[in-house]
C-alpha cells in the first residue's frame, strides 16, 4: 500500500477546490549524461546494449545516439562477447554455434564501455538463478461492478529456497510485452519487499496475477485483460537486488501521483545506477546492467 | 572532559554567591501570586517594580513572583500590558505575602491611553528571540474557515518560515519542523496537526498565554534543537461560572468554566469538532471526515504553599472511504502539577507529564487486507525550582527524568485469507536524564546576565536487537554481519551533552537596549521523514547505535527599542546558527515499515543566518505587528546531493508580514494581515532519458535547485459586536473573514508529469509538462461566538 496514494485520496476529496494549472518552468541546462540500457539474459537470440544521451526536460527530441563506442561483456572465466553497433547506438552481440547462449548461472560479468572521446565506463553483476515457471491457469470470473466479466490469468512458480532472490516476471499478450508502469511485476523472493519472510514458496497471489494487462476503454472502464483466443507467454528473469531497486525506484518516477501529496513525498531524486565512470569519475551516468537468466512457458486461452 | 568542565562552572557559580551572601543585609522577603482581578487566572510576566530602588522583577509561567529587600518602605508598582497598573505601599519589618490582582483595562476609545509603564520587558528583558502571541488579538484576526489558530499567527513571526499555507509546520531560523518542542501544558505534542496541517491542535478558547523562544532558550528548556512553543491552558474562573461557545464554517467549540470551591478551585472543559462529515453524510456521501479536540483542567489551591492542577488534551483526526480503509491519528496528553513553596523564596513545580502519540491505516479487503499501527509515548517527572536570592539573582535549576516508548509499526491482516501476516518492527525504548542551573544576575542598571548550562545525558536501551552492517550506509545491499542483543533496560548507547546557555543585556538608555545569546541545544528524538512537511504517518527514532545527537549551536544579536512611551516596539536581531549532525535521508530513501531503516540514515552539517526586524504595537485602538525577515540555510551531508551543499526545502530568502486590528467603535472592529514571502526551493528533473523503450525517467541534477514563484496574500476580518451586549448577560459577537482576499493563485508546488489533456488523458509520451497547484482561492467564512 503506497502511502502517497492515501494522501492523495484525501486530496482529492477534501480539496477539490485546490486548482492546478500547467506553467512554464525555466530550468538550468544541465549537462547531457551517458544513458546505459543493459538489460541481457541467457535466452538464444540477439543480445542488445542501447547508448544514448539523457535530453533537456521539456524538449521533445529523440534521444541522442552514443555511437562508435567498444562494449564487451566479460565473465570470470575470462570468455569475452564483444558487442558490435548494428544500428547507431545499438550494440548487439549473435550467437553462434559454439556459443549459443550468454551466460552461466553463478558466474560474474563485467560490462566494459569505451566511447570514443576516451571516457570509459564499467560495471559488474552476478547472473543469478531464477524460479521456474511451473503453470498458467485462467480463472473465470463474474462481472463485478468495478470490473467487467473477464479471464485473468496466473502464473504459478516457487520462489528459490534461501532469502534473497528477486525477479521480474514478464508476461506477454499475443507476443506484445505488457510493459506499462504499472504492469511491471516484480518479486523479491515470493513477495513485494525485502524481509517480507516469504521464502521458498510460491509466489503470492497479486503476485502470480501479476501478468494480466491493466487497460482502460474510452470511458475509463477497465478491458478484460484476456479473451478466449489470447495467448500468453510468461518469463521469469533472474535480476539482481540492486536492479530490484532500481526498477522500483524507476516505476515510482515514471508514475507519480503528482498533486497535493508531492508536499509529502520523498524528495526527487535521481534512480540509483550500478555504472561507474572509471576515466573521467566526474561524469555522470545512468542506467542499468543485469544479466538475467530465463525461464518461461506459454499457454492459449481455449474453451 | 565535560563533568570536569561542569564541576568548574559550578564552583565558579557558587562562589558568585558565596561572595554576595558575605556582604548581605537584614532582608525580608515579600511574595505572591498576581492573578486576573476578573476570572483569578493566574498571571504571567507581571512586572513588578520596587520604586525607591528602581529593581524588579517579574512574576514566573506560574504566576508567582518573590523579592528579597532591606527592611524599609516601599511603592510596589505591579504592571502588565492589558491590565490596570497597581500600586501597593509597603512597610516591611518581615516576610510578606502579597497575593496581588489586576483589573482588565477596558480600553474607552475616546480616551487616549498612556500606558507609561516604568518597566517594559521589550527592552529590559533579558529574554531576546522571544515572542508572545495575544490569543486576544489572534481571535480577531482573519482565519482560515474562521478558526482562530494560534500556529498561524506564530508563522507571521519574524525568523519563522513556512512551507505554505495550508500546514500548520514552521520553520524557525533555519531548524526543519520536527526541531520545534511544542508544548502544551508542559506536555510534548508530537503532532500538532488536524486535517493533514490546515489547522492546529489548538483550541482558542482555552489557550491562556503561548510563547515562542527562538534563541537565548533558557536551561529549563531542552529536547529540540530550534523552538519552544509553550502554550498553556486556562485553570478556568475560579470567581464565577463562565463559557463560550463558537459556531464556524468548518467546526463548533463550547468552553465551560468555573469554581469548584470558590477561589479555592476550579476548573475549565473544552470541546472542538469538525461536522463537515455530518452534511456529507446527510447527503449520501462515503467519504468522512472529522476531528476533535477535548482539553480539560481542574486545579486546586490548597494555600499559598501548596496547589495542585491537573490538564488533559486529548485530540483526534478520522477518514474514512467507502468503509474500506480508513485511517486516523491522534495525540492525548495529561499533565500533573504541584507548586510548592519551601521557604519565601524557594519556589518548586513538580511536574507529572505523559504524552502519547499515535496512528492507524485499515484497509479492509479479503486478500489485502492489513490494520497497520504505530505509536509513541513519553512519560516524564520533572522538578524544577525557582530561587529568589535577592533582587540581584534568581536561580533556575531542577531534574528531568524521560521514558520514551516507540513503537514504530505493527502490521495485522483483517482477515484470515489475507497475505499479510502479523509483523512488528521492533520497539526503541529511551531514557533521558537532564539537570539544569541557571542564575539570572544584575550585575548593574545597565547589565544584566543570564548564565546556565543543561547536562543530558541520554541513553538508547533494550529490549532491542541492533544489526551490525558490513556497510551501514549500503541501503541497497544490505548484509548483516552480526547481530547484538539487549535485555530489558539495558544500555545500547550513551550520549553525554552539555549545553551552555548564555544571554546579556545592556541598557543604552531607558528606552533602548543591546541583548547578545548563545545557545546550545541537543536533540535526541528524530523524525524520520524525507518530505518537506512532516505527514501524522511519520515516526521518531530516539538517538541510538546509528543515529547521533543532533547539535545546535546559536549566537544572536539584538537592538531593542521602544518609541512613543512604549507603545510602541522595535527590535532588529540577527542570529547564526550551525548544527552538527543534522538528520537527513538516502536519495530514495525506504522510510515506511523498514527493519533496515539505519542504512537510510544520514546525517550532516546545516547551518543558517539571518536578519530580523520588528515593529510592534501591543495597546491602543490599532495593534498589530510588522515583521520582516531575511536569512539562509544551507545543508552539507554525505550521501545527499552528492555530498555538495545544498537549500534547506523550506529556505526562503525574504519574508515580510503585516497583522493588524483596529476598533473602530465598540461595535466593530477589523483585523487583516498580509504576507509576502520568496518563494522556497523544490527539486525539478533538469534532464530526462528514455528506457526499455517505454519508461521517461527523470534525471536531476541538484537537490532544491528551482525556486517556486513568490508567494503573497492578503486576509481581511471584520468583528460585529452588537451594542445590547452591553445589557446582556450572554455576549455574543460575530466575525466575518475573507481569506486570500484578492484569490491569489500561490504555488504549493510544482510537479512534472507527461503531457495530458484535461480529462488526464496522455496526448504525447514523449513530451513533459510542468504543473503548478494552489491550494485556497479567496474564502470567506462567518463564525459566531457567544460568551456568558
Known sequence: ?303 | MVPTNLTKFLLILSLVWLSQYSQAQQKYTINGYAKDAENGEELIGVTVYVNELKVGTATNVYGFYALSLPAGDYTLIFSSVGYKTVTKQVSLTKNETFNIELPVEVTSLDEIVISGDPIDANVTDITMSRNELDIKQVKKLPALFGEPDIIKTIQMMPGVITAGEGTSSFFVRGGSADQNLILIDEAPVYDPSHLFGLFSVFNADVIKDSELYKGGIPARYGGRLSSILEVRTKDGNNKKIGGAAGIGTLASRFMLEGPIRKEKSSFIISGRRSYADLFLKAAGQENLVHFYDVNAKVNWKHNNNNRFFAALYLGRDVFNFDDTFGFDWGNITGTFRWNHLFNDRLFSNTSLIVSNFDYALEFDDDAQGFNWTSNLQEFSFKEDLNYFINTRNELEFGYHLTYRRFSPGEISPTSEASIFETQEIQNDYALDHSIYLGNEQRLSDRITLSYGARLSIFQNVGKSDVYIYEDPQDNIDIVHKDTLHYDHLENIKTYVNLEPRFAARFMINPRSSVKVSYNRMVQNTHLISSGTVPIPFNTWSPSNYYLKPQLADQVAVGYFRNFKDNTLEFSVESYYKDIDNVTDFADNAQLFFNKDLPTEYRQGDSWSYGLELMLQKKEGRFTGFASYTWSKTERKIDGVNLGRPFLANYDRRHVFNIVGTYDLNDKWSFGGSLTYSTGRPITVPAGRYKYGDTYQVDYISERNGYLLPDFHRMDLSATLTPRKNKDRKWKSNWVFSLYNAYSRKNAFTIYTRVQQDDEGNIINGDVKEARMISLFPVLPSVTYNIQF
Not at chain 1, 533537456?56 to 562508435?68: H, R, W
Not at chain 1, 470490473?147 to 490469468?153: Q, W
Not at chain 1, 505488457?178 to 503476485?207: C, H, R, W, Y
Open chain 1, 1 to 303: 500500500m503506497n502511502i502517497r496514494m492515501l494522501i492523495y485520496i484525501f486530496v482529492i476529496s477534501i480539496l477539490s477546490g485546490a486548482c492546478e494549472d500547467t506553467i512554464d518552468v525555466d530550468l538550468d541546462k544541465a549537462d547531457p549524461v551517458l544513458v546505459v540500457d543493459a538489460w541481457i539474459n541467457d535466452k538464444p537470440e540477439d543480445q542488445v546494449i542501447r547508448l544514448t544521451m539523457s535530453q533537456p526536460y521539456f524538449e521533445q527530441s529523440l534521444p541522442p545516439e552514443v555511437s562508435g563506442a567498444t562494449v564487451t561483456v566479460k565473465d570470470n572465466e575470462g570468455k569475452i562477447y564483444s558487442f558490435m553497433e548494428h544500428d547507431a547506438g545499438k550494440y548487439v552481440w549473435t550467437p553462434t554455434a559454439v556459443n549459443p547462449t550468454l551466460g552461466k548461472i553463478g558466474n560474474v560479468y563485467t560490462l566494459n564501455i569505451q566511447l570514443q572521446d576516451g571516457d570509459s565506463y564499467l560495471s559488474a553483476t552476478t547472473m543469478n538463478r531464477t524460479a521456474q515457471v511451473d503453470s498458467i491457469s485462467f480463472t473465470y470470473e463474474e462481472e463485478t461492478p468495478f470490473f467487467p466479466e473477464s479471464y485473468l490469468a496466473e502464473v504459478w512458480a516457487r520462489d528459490q529456497v534461501g532469502v534473497g532472490d528477486s525477479y521480474w516476471i514478464r508476461a506477454y499478450k499475443n507476443g506484445v510485452l505488457l510493459n506499462k508502469p504499472q504492469e511491471v511485476n516484480l518479486a523479491f523472493d515470493a513477495a513485494f519487499t525485502e524481509g517480507s519472510n516469504f521464502d521458498g514458496i510460491t509466489f503470492i497471489e497479486p503476485i502470480r496475477r501479476g501478468i494480466n494487462p491493466v487497460d482502460l476503454d474510452e470511458d475509463d472502464d477497465f478491458i478484460p485483460p484476456y479473451d478466449l483466443g489470447d495467448s500468453i507467454y510468461v518469463e521469469i528473469h533472474s535480476i539482481s537486488n540492486e536492479a530490484f531497486y532500481f526498477l522500483t525506484e524507476v516505476v515510482i518516477q515514471t508514475d507519480r501521483p503528482g498533486g497535493f501529496s508531492e508536499l509529502f513525498a520523498q524528495p526527487l531524486a535521481n534512480v540509483p545506477t550500478n555504472i561507474y565512470a572509471t576515466e573521467n569519475t566526474g561524469k555522470g551516468v545512468v542506467g542499468f546492467f543485469n544479466v538475467a537468466a530465463v525461464s518461461g512457458k506459454g499457454k492459449k486461452l481455449k474453451e
